[in-house]
């Protein structure tokens, strides 16, 4: 069973820029496609972007595409979602979740993944 620990969050201006990281316990950390999911409060988690075992696929939700990129170090078992021109909207709970997956395999549904942080704030102020 992998712990996952996010680490990052805070308190920023709209336009400003954050990253966000996630560590994990498991050795084998490079057998597990991991994603970044966000729930803000009153809604429905929504898949952020999502990365596979050897971080050579990877998927970004339309909402924030082209403002969030997704990496993935094994060596340290970390990944890590930089987030720049922050928007009022992207605020939420940000939450790494992980599985063991396929080579090449990236999953956007929340609920494929079986292992969760506990989560980390953020919040853009408007």
């Known amino acids: 069973q992998v712990t996952l620990v996010e680490s990052g969050g805070g308190s920023v201006q709209p336009g400003d820029s954050l990253r966000v990281s996630c560590e994990a316990s498991e050795p084998s950390f490079s057998a597990y496609a991991v994603a970044w999911i966000r729930q803000a409060p009153g809604k429905e988690p929504e898949f952020v972007g999502g990365?596979?075992?050897?971080?050579?696929?990877?998927d970004i939700a339309d909402s924030v595409k082209g403002r969030f990129r997704i990496s993935r170090d094994n060596a340290q078992k970390t990944v890590s979602l930089q987030m720049n021109s922050l928007k009022p909207e992207d605020t939420a709970v940000y939450y790494c979740?992980?599985?063991?997956?396929?080579?090449?395999?990236?999953?956007?549904?929340?609920?494929?993944?079986?292992?969760w942080g506990p989560g980390t704030q953020v919040t853009v102020y408007s």
């Open positions: 979740e992980a599985d063991v997956a396929v080579t090449g395999e990236v999953y956007s549904t929340v609920s494929r993944y079986s292992y």
């Open positions: 990365i596979s075992r050897g971080g050579t696929v990877k």
